[in-house]
C-alpha cells in the first residue's frame, strides 16, 4: 500500500516543485486553511507549547503566533519540495548567507579548519544546507535520521543532496566523522529534538526544563572541532537569511555541559527574537527532568 502511495504523490510533489512562487505559496495559504482551521493538526500541542514558553504574553498575542506558525509550517513543507528544481540561482537568492557568515566559513577553510554545525528546526533549515553546499568551500555533511519507507527516504535525500551535501545517518556520526578527520569539511547537527532523559543534558529553555541532546557537544569535544552555531531567520516570506557565530573555538578544554548550554542559549534568543519560524508542533517537552535522589 505504501509503495501505491508513494508512486501517486511523487508526480504531485514533483509538480509543485515547478510552480512559480506566487503559485506555491497561493497553494500553500490553502493548505493553511485545510491544516488550521479544518484538520487542526496538533493545534492543542503548539498551543500548550506557547503558553509554557511565554508566560507573559496575552492569550490574543499566543493566537496570533499560533497562526503565523501554521502559515510560516505550510511554507516551509511546499518550500522543502522546491527543492526538487529549484535552480542554484533562485536557492542562494531565497536563502542567502550574510558577507560575515560567508567570510568566517572562508577563514576557516583558508585554515584547513573543520567545523561542527549547530542549529534548531527555525526557519528554513533545508534550505540553509543547500546554500551553505553552494557557497562555501567546505564539504558539509548533514546529520539526519533516515525515513522508515526507504522511497521516501530516497525522494528526501534527493532534495538534501541536489547541491552537493551529504548525509550522515544517526547512528553512524562518529565513525564518519572519524573517517572523514582528513577533509576539511562541515558537519551540521539539529540540536533541538527530544532526547531520552537519562541520556539528556537538562537546561532551563524557554522558561521550562529541557533535555537536550550531549551528542553534539561529546563529539565536538573528541574530536576538538570548533563549533559554530548558525541562525535561519525569516526576512520575508520565501526570503531567509542565515548567519553564523564562532560559539567554541577549543571545545576539548570547555567543561562539561558548557557547549550544550551555549548553543541551547543562541537558540532560545532566536526564538524570542522570532517565534513564529520555530517547529512548535513539535513534542519537545514531553519528558519530565529525573529527581535526584
Known amino acids: 500500500?505504501?509503495?501505491?502511495?508513494?508512486?501517486?504523490?511523487?508526480?504531485?510533489?514533483?509538480?509543485?516543485?515547478?510552480?512559480?512562487?506566487?503559485?506555491?505559496?497561493?497553494?500553500?495559504?490553502?493548505?493553511?486553511?485545510?491544516?488550521?482551521?479544518?484538520?487542526?493538526?496538533?493545534?492543542?500541542?503548539?498551543?500548550?507549547?506557547?503558553?509554557?514558553?511565554?508566560?507573559?504574553?496575552?492569550?490574543?498575542?499566543?493566537?496570533r503566533i499560533c497562526k503565523?506558525?501554521?502559515?510560516?509550517?505550510?511554507?516551509?513543507?511546499?518550500?522543502?519540495?522546491?527543492?526538487?528544481?529549484?535552480?542554484?540561482?533562485?536557492?542562494?537568492?531565497?536563502?542567502?548567507?550574510?558577507?560575515?557568515?560567508?567570510?568566517?566559513?572562508n577563514k576557516l577553510e583558508a585554515e584547513k579548519q573543520s567545523v561542527v554545525l549547530v542549529m534548531g528546526h527555525k526557519g528554513n533549515w533545508e534550505w540553509a544546507g543547500n546554500t551553505f553546499s553552494i557557497l562555501c568551500r567546505q564539504q558539509l555533511y548533514v546529520i539526519y535520521h533516515p525515513l522508515a519507507n526507504q522511497r521516501f527516504n530516497n525522494l528526501m535525500y534527493k532534495m538534501r543532496t541536489r547541491f552537493g551535501t551529504k548525509l550522515i545517518a544517526m547512528q553512524d556520526t562518529f565513525r564518519e566523522m572519524v573517517k572523514n578527520r582528513?577533509?576539511?569539511?562541515?558537519?551540521?547537527?539539529?540540536?533541538?529534538?527530544?532526547?531520552?532523559?537519562?541520556?539528556?543534558?537538562?537546561?532551563?529553555?524557554?522558561?521550562?526544563d529541557t533535555p537536550?541532546?550531549?551528542?553534539?557537544?561529546?563529539?565536538?569535544?573528541?574530536?576538538?572541532?570548533?563549533?559554530?552555531?548558525?541562525s535561519v531567520n525569516k526576512v520575508k516570506r520565501g526570503y531567509y537569511s542565515v548567519s553564523a557565530t564562532l560559539l567554541i573555538e577549543k571545545p576539548s578544554a570547555e567543561t562539561e555541559g558548557a557547549i550544550t548550554a551555549a548553543h541551547t542559549r543562541k537558540l532560545e534568543d532566536d526564538i524570542i527574537e522570532q517565534p513564529a519560524t520555530w517547529l512548535w508542533s513539535h513534542k519537545r517537552w514531553k519528558h519530565k527532568r529525573p529527581q535526584t535522589v
Open 1 to 63: 500500500m505504501s509503495t501505491i502511495f508513494y508512486y501517486c504523490l511523487q508526480p504531485v510533489i514533483y509538480c509543485i516543485s515547478i510552480l512559480p512562487f506566487r503559485l506555491l505559496y497561493l497553494l500553500s495559504d490553502m493548505v493553511y486553511v485545510l491544516l488550521y482551521y479544518v484538520i487542526s493538526y496538533r493545534k492543542k500541542v503548539v498551543m500548550k507549547n506557547l503558553r509554557a514558553s511565554f508566560p507573559g504574553k496575552t492569550e490574543k498575542e499566543l493566537e
Open 68 to 105: 503565523d506558525f501554521y502559515h510560516h509550517l505550510c511554507d516551509l513543507f511546499l518550500e522543502t519540495f522546491k527543492t526538487l528544481t529549484i535552480s542554484k540561482t533562485a536557492m542562494v537568492k531565497h536563502c542567502s548567507f550574510t558577507p560575515a557568515t560567508v567570510e568566517l566559513f
Open 182 to 208: 582528513n577533509e576539511v569539511n562541515a558537519t551540521a547537527f539539529i540540536a533541538d529534538q527530544s532526547p531520552q532523559p537519562s541520556n539528556a543534558y537538562w537546561v532551563s529553555f524557554l522558561n521550562q
Open 212 to 230: 537536550v541532546f550531549k551528542g553534539t557537544e561529546k563529539i565536538a569535544q573528541k574530536m576538538d572541532t570548533p563549533v559554530v552555531y548558525v
